[in-house]
């Protein structure tokens, strides 16, 4: 693999059977998983999973065939990490939308497997005025997928933390989706002029640009009338769930997009942002964790 060596030394690390380097583009290396509870792949780049395939299941996740595989840009699909901060920085505009944690390369610091699955644990290199917060990502690769964000303030100070794990689920066709137990919960309308909050009644259903952070942390269930499948994400150290679809005239705008594509995903990602965007004090350490499972179909 003649992957630039300056990956962190992420290369020098033992693989377990059935662990092994991709490199769908010259220096963008991927960690391919293949077990027998299922199979993924994730790009060092951004700590980024762009395919989770649980066994005798279809591919869970959507990922743009138009997405680019090169530093510094986001791959459009998978599960991207909005880290340290989620949306627009909270005071410099000039700053990257959803931090920098998906946009550079990660070191791989351990490869394990058992009967269970294969977990993975990489650490995000700090680069200087990245701020005093370090970031490692477990991921367990099994019949459940188990992603967790280790957040620790390595500094004498209280630190500022939203993030995300910008899940993009593939769907038969978006009109014919539903999410529930939203039900009751407040959300953040994002696309009023102003922002308001409202409050949710029914499963979530989508016919137009959506654009939401739920008040709400738990279990939420996404059902795929189309594809009659199941997919249910858990979440711990979250209170706030976003919903994302950006519908014809914001997919048309994405340029790493097909057009028609806006109909082929949904967005459920398991977050801190809103009301639920943290101070880590001194010391301290966060985790946010999101458990997926799907039945398939
Ligand atoms: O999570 C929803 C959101 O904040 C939307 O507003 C939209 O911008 C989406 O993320 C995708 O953002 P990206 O920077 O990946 O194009």
């Known amino acids: 693999m003649d992957t630039d060596p300056d990956m962190h030394g992420s290369t020098e690390i033992e693989l ?5 380097w991709l490199e769908p583009e010259p220096g963008f290396p991927v960690i391919g998983v293949s077990h027998a509870k299922g199979t993924a792949r994730i790009a060092l780049h951004g700590a980024h999973v762009t395919s989770w395939v649980p066994a005798a299941h279809a591919e869970v996740f959507y990922v743009s065939p138009k997405a680019a595989l ?40 351990s490869a394990t497997a058992n009967e269970e699955g294969v977990e993975l644990r990489l650490e995000l290199p700090l680069e ?26 390595a500094s004498e100070a209280p630190h500022a933390l939203s993030q995300a794990l910008h899940s993009y689920f593939a769907v038969g ?5 539903r999410v ?11 696309l009023a002029e102003p922002p308001s909050v409202e409050r949710q009644s029914g499963a979530v259903r989508f016919s137009g640009e959506t654009d939401r952070i739920y008040a709400t942390g738990g279990r939420i269930r996404m059902v795929d009338e189309r594809l009659g499948r199941v997919t249910t994400i858990t979440s711990e150290g979250s209170n706030s769930t976003v919903v994302w679809n950006p519908w014809i005239d914001k997919a048309a705008r994405l ?5 028609e594509d806006y109909r082929k995903f949904v967005c459920l990602e398991t977050a801190n942002a809103w009301r639920d965007a943290r101070m880590l004090a001194p010391g301290e350490k966060q985790v946010l964790k999101a458990r997926i499972s799907s039945n398939g179909f």
Do not use: M
């Open 16 to 20: 377990p059977d059935g662990v092994t």
């Open 70 to 109: 090169r530093p510094g840009k986001a791959i459009r699909g998978g599960v991207p990490v909005c880290w340290p901060w989620f949306g627009a920085h909270p005071e410099d505009g000039s700053k990257p939308a959803h931090g920098f944690a998906r946009n550079r390369f990660w070191r791989l610091v």
């Open 128 to 153: 200087p005025g990245d701020g005093p917060l370090k970031l490692a990502q477990t991921i367990k690769v099994g019949g459940t997928l188990d992603l967790a964000l280790e957040t620790t303030n």
């Open 173 to 177: 066709d978006i009109e014919a989706v």
């Open 180 to 190: 529930e137990g939203l039900d009751g919960c407040d959300y953040l309308e994002t």
């Open 255 to 259: 340029g790493d997009l097909p057009d």
